[in-house]
């Protein structure tokens, strides 16, 4: 049976991570609150907001900038999307 978690950014029970995605408190925090299905939402979104700004993860400003819009998506609240983004159509319509 999988590992659940009370996910914070869907507050319910939902099935948690298979180990902390990073080392550290923050790594342990995340995997101790945050779901799953939460952390792969999280992981598309930063990868489209890296691409859409022109992120350069070599610089700290880039990084600590993903690291407060991880906090953000990952707790609910109101976060960054990538400008121009136009989700792909539904080819069943």
């Known amino acids: ?14 099935e948690g991570l298979d180990a902390p995605p990073f080392p550290g408190p923050k ?3 995340i995997f101790d609150n945050v779901s799953k299905k939460a952390w792969a939402e999280w992981m ?9 700004k022109r992120l350069n993860m070599m610089e700290p400003s880039s990084r600590a900038y993903l ?27």
């Open 1 to 14: 049976m999988s590992r659940t978690v009370f996910c914070r950014k869907y507050q319910q029970e939902l």
């Open 27 to 29: 790594g342990q925090d």
């Open 44 to 52: 598309a979104h930063q990868t489209m907001l890296i691409n859409e």
């Open 67 to 93: 690291g407060e819009q991880m906090q953000k998506f990952l707790s609910g609240e109101s976060y960054d999307e990538a400008e121009g983004y136009v989700p792909p159509e539904d080819k069943n319509d």
